[in-house]
């Protein structure tokens, strides 16, 4: 955490209340000009309203009629359960959720044009309602080919492998749609590892079960990952070899069953038959 503050502006509020969690804030997050006074927030878990006082949240749940946020599931896999929300039909919530996730996001601009947006919030559901663990956002229509602009695990649940299974749904979503894709760049340090993390262990897994007969164009297919992003992650494992002005996979079985061995855990697994969703059009 000393890092992060190392390189925070002016950081307003230093603590929210989230649910049965009080979480301490990373970033500045540009809060309405009424809220610069604050040192806390008070959250609704549920619609992402946000409050100066205690009491206030206290009224607000009372009335607020929400278990689990205002869009369609997506998909359910025991107590995980993902929402999409669009940003023009639920654009205060989508506000309220910009807010907050820039209070731990650095480099990133805050979109107001909440519209332009897709959100997948990824919960733990139990008796009490759907708990928001993070989320990612997915432009509608990307020109670059993104699949997914800023993702965040609310710090309580972080390194748990929530992280890895956001990733991996961004890309299950980018191969419904039948194309390939890559996160908004720039990547956070903490971004980075888990996209590397991730890109590692799906490229390694597959080079083992084909013993290293395929080709980039191939891996991308397979994975929806972009072809830059694996050429840069299998040069990063040494199993590239530039030959005749070509970059060829070059996978020696020792070789990669040490990187097996190295690699994180998988993580949590997007299970694809739980997916119900067609592509934005
Ligand atoms: N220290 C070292 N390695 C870490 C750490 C850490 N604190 N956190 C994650 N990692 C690495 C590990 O390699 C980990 O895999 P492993 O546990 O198998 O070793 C891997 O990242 C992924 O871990 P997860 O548990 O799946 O990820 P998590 O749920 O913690 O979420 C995320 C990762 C979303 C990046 C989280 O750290 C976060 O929300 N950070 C703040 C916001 C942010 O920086 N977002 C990315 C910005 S870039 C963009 O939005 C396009
Ligand atoms: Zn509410």
């Given at each position: 955490?000393?890092?992060?503050?190392?390189?925070?502006?002016?950081?307003?509020?230093?603590?929210?209340?989230l649910g049965r969690y009080?979480?301490?804030?990373?970033?500045?997050?540009?809060?309405?000009?009424?809220?610069?006074?604050?040192?806390?927030?008070?959250?609704?878990e549920f619609?992402?309203?946000?409050?100066?006082?205690?009491?206030?949240?206290?009224?607000?749940m009372?009335?607020?009629?929400l278990k689990h946020p205002?869009?369609?599931e997506?998909?359910r896999s025991g107590t995980l359960s993902m929402f999409?929300?669009?940003?023009?039909?639920?654009?205060?919530?989508?506000?309220?959720?910009?807010?907050?996730?820039?209070?731990?996001?650095?480099?990133?601009?805050?979109?107001?044009?909440?519209?332009?947006?897709?959100?997948?919030v990824l919960c733990e559901c139990d008796d009490r309602g759907c708990h928001m663990v993070g989320?990612?956002?997915?432009?509608?229509?990307?020109?670059?080919?993104?699949?997914?602009?800023?993702?965040?695990?609310l710090?309580p649940y972080?390194?748990k492998?929530y992280?890895?299974?956001?990733?991996?749904?961004?890309?299950?979503?980018?191969?419904?749609?039948?194309?390939?894709?890559?996160?908004?760049?720039?990547?956070?340090?903490?971004?980075?590892?888990?996209?590397?993390?991730?890109?590692?262990?799906?490229?390694?897994?597959?080079?083992?079960?084909?013993?290293?007969?395929?080709?980039?164009?191939?891996?991308?297919?397979?994975?929806?990952?972009?072809?830059?992003?694996?050429?840069?992650?299998?040069?990063?494992?040494?199993?590239?070899?530039?030959?005749?002005?070509?970059?060829?996979?070059?996978?020696?079985?020792?070789?990669?069953?040490?990187?097996?061995?190295?690699?994180?855990?998988?993580?949590?697994?997007?299970?694809?038959?739980?997916?119900?969703?067609?592509?934005?059009?």
């Open positions: 955490l000393r890092e992060h503050e190392e390189f925070t502006k002016v950081k307003n509020i230093a603590t929210i209340e009080e979480i301490e804030t990373w970033y500045f997050s540009p809060f309405p000009p009424e809220y610069n006074d604050c040192v806390k927030l008070y959250f609704c619609c992402l309203n946000f409050m100066k006082h205690k009491e206030q949240l206290q009224r607000h009372k009335k607020c009629d205002p869009g369609d997506i998909y999409e929300i669009d940003g023009k039909k639920n654009k205060v919530y989508g506000q309220n959720l910009c807010y907050l996730a820039k209070l731990f996001l650095d480099h990133k601009t805050l979109y107001y044009d909440v519209d332009l947006f897709l959100f997948y989320y990612f956002s997915k432009e509608k229509h990307s020109e670059e080919s993104y699949n997914l602009a800023c993702i965040l695990t710090p972080q390194r492998g992280g890895k299974f956001l990733i991996a749904f961004s890309y299950e979503l980018s191969k419904k749609e039948g194309k390939v894709g890559t996160p908004e760049r720039p990547l956070s340090d903490l971004g980075l590892l888990s996209y590397r993390g991730y890109w590692t262990r799906v490229l390694l897994d597959i080079l083992k079960k084909h013993k290293g007969n395929i080709s980039i164009k191939e891996l991308s297919d397979m994975t929806a990952i972009k072809a830059e992003d694996i050429l840069s992650t299998l040069q990063s494992l040494e199993l590239i070899q530039y030959r005749k002005g070509q970059h060829v996979i070059c996978a020696d079985p020792k070789v990669l069953d040490r990187h097996l061995k190295a690699a994180g855990r998988g993580g949590l697994d997007v299970d694809v038959s739980k997916l119900i969703w067609t592509p934005y059009k």
